[in-house]
């Protein structure tokens, strides 16, 4: 089973910095790997697939890039409501699908 | 437009078996694999299995594997999760989830709006 280690655990930032966040695989996922963001009391959404498309509706201030076992998500400048949890998630030899444990993206 | 309406909540004792089900509406219910992913409180989410639901093939999980089955109704555009031998462990909020597009395959770009199943004695 592929584990996908996310970093940091929790990131505080404020309206209007950058944002990167981590995704690492224990072993390549070439670039089948998502990245969702999720809010409190509602399901995932899907933000970037095959680790650098964005999804349909999701706004050019989210960036993916990576190949292998580094990946990494970037949002080029935030906005209040981007605050939340973003999980990535691979698909390469599955089953199993896996998903990383998580970042909490928090107003400073 | 895509809708996954999920069952309600429900509370079972340990042991017991819990079956959620997952309606479907606004495309072809045959043409997309419907997954099943779990997330337990405060913990990342979890893929559970995937039932094509043109001819019924399932793949599941290891983890739960013989303790999980996924089947479907395409008369009623409805897939369901059975899931027995209920532990604490098992206490989370289940969805139901799909891709939408063939670009997305195995990402899932619509869900259901989770099932909270609670194992307590």
């Known amino acids: 089973e592929i584990v996908l280690t996310q970093s940091p655990a929790t990131l505080s930032l404020s309206p209007g910095e950058r944002a990167t966040l981590s995704c690492r695989a224990s072993?390549?996922?070439?670039?089948?790997l998502a990245w969702y963001q999720q809010k409190p009391g509602q399901a995932p959404r899907l933000l970037i697939y095959?680790?650098?498309n964005r999804a349909t509706g999701i706004p050019a201030r989210f960036s993916g890039s990576g190949s292998g076992t580094d990946f990494t998500l970037t949002i080029s400048s935030l906005e209040p409501e981007d605050f939340a949890v973003y999980y990535c998630?691979?698909?390469?030899?599955?089953?199993?699908?896996?998903f990383g444990q998580g970042t909490r993206l928090e107003i400073k | 437009q895509v809708h996954l309406v999920q069952s309600g909540a429900e509370v079972k004792k340990p042991g017991a078996s819990v079956k959620v089900s997952c309606k479907a509406s606004?495309?072809?219910?045959?043409?997309?694999?419907m997954h099943w992913v779990r997330q337990a409180p405060g913990q990342r989410l979890e893929w559970m299995g995937w039932?094509?639901?043109?001819?019924?093939?399932?793949k599941y999980s290891q983890k739960f594997q013989g303790r999980v089955t996924l089947t479907r109704d395409t008369s009623a555009s409805t897939a369901y999760m059975d899931l027995s031998s209920l532990r604490s462990e098992d206490t989370a909020v289940y969805y139901c989830?799909?891709?939408?597009?063939?670009?997305?395959?195995?990402?899932?770009?619509?869900w259901g709006q989770g099932t909270l199943v609670t194992v307590s004695s």
């Open positions: 998630q691979q698909r390469n030899n599955w089953p199993p699908i896996t």
């Open positions: 606004g495309y072809t219910f045959t043409s997309n694999a």
């Open positions: 072993q390549s996922v070439s670039s089948y």
């Open positions: 989830a799909i891709q939408g597009s063939p670009d997305y395959s195995h990402y899932f770009d619509y």
């Open positions: 095959e680790a650098s």
């Open positions: 039932i094509n639901t043109g001819n019924g093939n399932t």
